[in-house]
């Protein structure tokens, strides 16, 4: 039972363009929705967050957006650079107490082409 | 800062064995994970430890995983007896506070382990 799902295995764009990675989700109780980024042989990085009363929340190139009644939440970065090349994580994040049980993705690998 | 360290890097054992994974959190932080990351998967969270005490270990297959973190610092992943499905990456994270705000966690390089 996949809570949340990345269909898109791979994504490949060109330097300067705009990148799109979308993520959908089933459970209407979790708190915030994370993306993660990961290179080879290093653990995932926290790059942005969203709560899930906001519908935006922009960063720098980075600006995730949340639309709760199609469940579906996507991560825009703008310029795409190559060094963005990796894998992304969608994931979410529930509270229980004092429990934090965070949710992946099975990411998708973006290849920004020079 | 340091980051979460992890060891070993790597690990090759047969069916039946047993295997442990060390993990030191980055200095102060009182939240620990352990991640299980399948090839092709994203991770999967088998435990929570705040300071030395287990918060939700609902996913952690207890009868061949167990996980510790006595002093509220170190931590070590156990498992035995190992079975093939057992390969993966453990990843380790750890995260400053559990305050209800998104806590943000931060991650070991990871122990890739291979069950022949």
């Known amino acids: 039972d996949q809570q949340v799902k990345q269909n898109s295995p791979s994504l490949s764009v060109q330097e300067g363009r705009i990148s799109i990675l979308n993520c959908d989700y089933t459970?209407?109780?979790?708190?915030?929705f994370l993306w993660y980024k990961k290179y080879p042989a290093e653990g995932p990085t926290f790059l942005i967050s969203?709560?899930?009363?906001?519908d935006k929340n922009e960063d720098g190139r980075f600006t995730v957006f949340l639309n709760k009644s199609a469940k579906h939440l996507s991560l825009h970065i703008v310029p795409s650079q190559p060094g963005d090349s990796a894998v992304y994580f969608c994931?979410?994040?529930?509270?229980?107490?004092?429990?934090?049980?965070?949710?992946f993705g099975s990411g998708t690998q973006l290849t920004v082409l020079p | 800062e340091a980051g979460v360290a992890q060891s070993p890097r790597y690990k090759i054992i047969e069916k039946r064995q047993s295997v442990a994974f060390w993990c030191n959190p980055i200095?102060?932080?009182?939240?620990l994970y352990w991640y299980q990351q399948i090839l092709g998967q994203g991770p999967k969270l088998l435990i929570q430890f705040q300071n030395n005490g287990v918060v939700d270990d609902s996913q952690l297959p207890k009868d061949r995983f167990s996980a510790e973190r006595l002093k509220g610092v170190d931590s070590t992943l156990k498992i035995q007896p190992a079975k093939l499905e057992d390969s993966a990456v453990y990843l380790c994270a750890s995260s400053p506070k559990n305050s209800g705000s998104t806590d943000t966690q931060y991650f070991g390089p990871g122990t890739r382990l291979t069950v022949l």
């Open positions: 969203i709560s899930s009363i906001k």
């Open positions: 459970n209407s109780m979790f708190d915030y």
């Open positions: 200095s102060g932080h009182a939240t």
């Open positions: 994931a979410a994040l529930h509270f229980s107490g004092s429990a934090r049980q965070l949710t």
